[in-house]
């Protein structure tokens, strides 16, 4: 049973995707349009089981949905408005002074 998270698990969720290069890149080109794990992994230049692991967690975060087509799977966005926050947050201008780098780099899956 599906149940609507909190709008903190819900950013919670979407920080833990984006906490990674691979899963932003999976889901810039998720948010162009729905595709085949195959094509994405070759786009990407990684592994399919690479690939596979971090579809399984974009799954998990609630951001992708898998679409039975035929034999095959093809993975979208679980919502259109991904694609439109995923646009938003690229528009923001993020000011970085060019010496300095985030305190928390050094903890892992940050900056």
């Given amino acids: ?21 691979i899963r ?7 948010r ?5 794990p195959a094509d994405i992994a070759d786009a990407l230049g990684i592994s399919r089981t690479r690939l596979s692991n971090h ?4 799954r998990d ?16 966005l679980a919502d259109s408005r991904l694609g ?3 646009d938003h947050l690229l528009a923001v201008v993020v000011a970085v002074e060019s010496d300095k780098t985030c305190p ?6 940050c900056c």
Avoid at 24 to 30: E, F, N, P, T, V
Avoid at 61 to 76: I, K, W
Avoid at 104 to 109: K, L, N, Q, S, V
């Fill in 1 to 21: 049973m599906l149940t609507a998270a909190s709008d903190i698990d819900t950013l919670a969720r979407f920080g833990r995707a984006l906490a990674d290069p």
């Fill in 24 to 30: 932003c890149r999976i889901l810039l080109a998720l």
């Fill in 32 to 36: 162009q349009d729905a595709a085949y």
């Fill in 55 to 58: 579809l399984a967690c974009l």
């Fill in 61 to 76: 975060c609630g951001l992708v949905v898998t679409v039975p087509d035929g034999r095959r799977t093809r993975y979208e």
């Fill in 84 to 86: 439109h926050a995923l």
């Fill in 104 to 109: 928390a780099a050094a903890t892992e899956g």
